[in-house]
């Protein structure tokens, strides 16, 4: 059965970093591309990152040049460093798995 679970918010200033993580089990977690969405209140839920088998990375233009999507295949854990913080990237973060398979999400919140 798969199993994803993000860990890693909480609350940081403005210009902070954090670092969220996502373990995966119960898949070959390297066969497959993986992704970060987020879901800010009253907002639809976006894509944020992803990051393919062979770790090519792409990033929704809001977030490029600040966050970077990695993955440890030994560990079956994806991370997304996040750095340069801003209030608007206050949200939800969620891991995903292609055939709709999420995560309960993690919490970051961005606030002075």
């Given at each position: 059965?798969v199993?994803?679970?993000?860990s890693?918010?909480?609350?940081?200033?403005?210009?902070?970093?954090?670092?969220?993580?996502?373990?995966?089990s119960g898949?070959?977690?390297?066969?497959?591309?993986?992704?970060?969405?987020?879901?800010?209140?009253?907002?639809?839920?976006?894509?944020?990152?992803s990051?393919?088998?062979?770790?090519?990375?792409?990033?929704a233009?809001s977030?490029?040049?600040?966050?970077t999507?990695s993955?440890?295949?030994?560990?079956?854990t994806?991370?997304?460093?996040?750095?340069?913080?801003?209030?608007?990237?206050t949200?939800?973060?969620?891991?995903?798995?292609?055939?709709?398979?999420w995560?309960?999400?993690t919490?970051?919140?961005?606030?002075?």
């Amino acid at each position: 059965q798969v199993h994803l679970v993000e860990s890693g918010g909480g609350l940081v200033h403005p210009g902070g970093s954090l670092r969220l993580s996502c373990a995966a089990s119960g898949f070959t977690f390297s066969n497959y591309m993986m992704r970060w969405y987020r879901q800010a209140p009253g907002k639809e839920r976006e894509l944020v990152a992803s990051i393919t088998s062979t770790s090519t990375t792409t990033y929704a233009d809001s977030v490029k040049g600040r966050f970077t999507i990695s993955r440890d295949n030994a560990k079956n854990t994806m991370y997304l460093q996040m750095n340069s913080l801003k209030p608007e990237d206050t949200a939800i973060y969620y891991c995903n798995r292609v055939a709709n398979y999420w995560g309960k999400g993690t919490l970051v919140t961005v606030s002075s």
